[in-house]
């Protein structure tokens, strides 16, 4: 089942502590013996839990930006409606300034991949008319082949979109970013206008996502995933594609942490 992380904290149970070797400060390791507490106890020792690698970055600079924009913005203890449904400081912030009672998942998602409002570089070049509808990005990305189906068994990747469509209404549905996936197949996401708010969403599998209930109680089904990495390589915004050193690691894998 679809897990809320509530807390900037909080750990998931299927990643254990690390210590981190001294002499290599590129790895760590899991602990096997605490010498400074060991105790004489007949008990057999207890299992270690799976441990399960996670990777939190991607290949393109953009994805990272918009994936650490995200984590700021999230903030389980926020009131993000304070002026009425769909409204307040924050809501328009992401609206580039408009104030209206329009649902605002995609203006949110778009808004963490152009937070400064730059000319022809909202998500995968759309106007800011269109960006503002789910569906409408999702017309977009089978048109410039960026799509990955849910079905097709396909791997969610850090910064891509996650995106569901209403199960009575066509031209409406849900949007949100992966900010985390692990060898396991779980994966979070943060997803604006969630229960009225940022949320960050922990899934165990596509499967799990597979079916959405929105706040209202309607039930949206997974369509699948927009390869943002995918489209961003493929189409250079010049000024986005710096290396940002602040959230690329050259020393790791794309990130994978344990």
């Known amino acids: 089942m679809p897990k809320t992380i509530t807390s900037k904290q909080e750990r998931t149970n299927i990643v254990i502590p690390q210590y981190e070797c001294k002499a290599d400060k590129t790895r760590v390791y899991r602990p096997l013996f605490?010498?400074?507490?060991?105790?004489t106890t007949n008990k057999p020792s207890e299992k270690l839990p799976k441990f399960v690698r996670r990777q939190t970055q991607s290949s393109n600079p953009r994805c990272n930006r918009a994936v650490k924009l995200a984590e700021k913005e999230w903030n389980p203890n926020k009131i993000y409606e304070t002026n009425g449904e769909n409204r307040g400081p924050d809501i328009v912030r992401y609206r580039y300034g408009e104030d209206n009672d329009f649902a605002w998942c995609a203006t949110f998602f778009?808004?963490?991949?152009?937070?400064?409002?730059?000319?022809g570089q909202n998500v995968l070049g759309?106007?800011?008319?269109?960006?503002?509808?789910?569906?409408?990005?999702?017309?977009?990305?089978?048109?410039?082949?960026?799509?990955?189906?849910a079905k097709s068994g396909y791997k969610p990747q850090v910064g891509d979109a996650i995106l569901w469509r209403s199960d009575s209404d066509n031209?409406?549905?849900?949007?949100?970013?992966?900010?985390?996936?692990?060898?396991?197949?779980s994966?979070?996401?943060?997803?604006?206008?969630n229960?009225?708010?940022?949320?960050?969403?922990?899934?165990?599998s596509v499967q799990d996502a597979m079916r959405r209930i929105s706040s209202s109680g309607a039930s949206q089904t997974l369509q699948g995933f927009v390869q943002m990495s995918k489209y961003n390589s493929e189409h250079s915004l010049a000024q986005n594609e710096f290396e940002d050193s602040?959230?690329?690691?050259?020393d790791s894998d794309y990130c994978w942490l344990s």
């Open 246 to 250: 602040s959230v690329m690691n050259p």
């Open 126 to 149: 759309m106007s800011d008319k269109d960006v503002k509808s789910t569906q409408k990005i999702l017309k977009r990305a089978k048109e410039v082949g960026c799509f990955a189906d």
């Open 195 to 204: 229960n009225d708010k940022v949320e960050k969403i922990e899934y165990s």
């Open 34 to 39: 605490d010498y400074e507490n060991q105790q």
């Open 171 to 185: 031209m409406k549905g849900h949007i949100g970013i992966v900010t985390e996936v692990r060898e396991d197949g």
């Open 187 to 193: 994966f979070v996401t943060i997803q604006g206008n």
């Open 110 to 119: 778009n808004y963490i991949y152009n937070p400064n409002h730059i000319a």
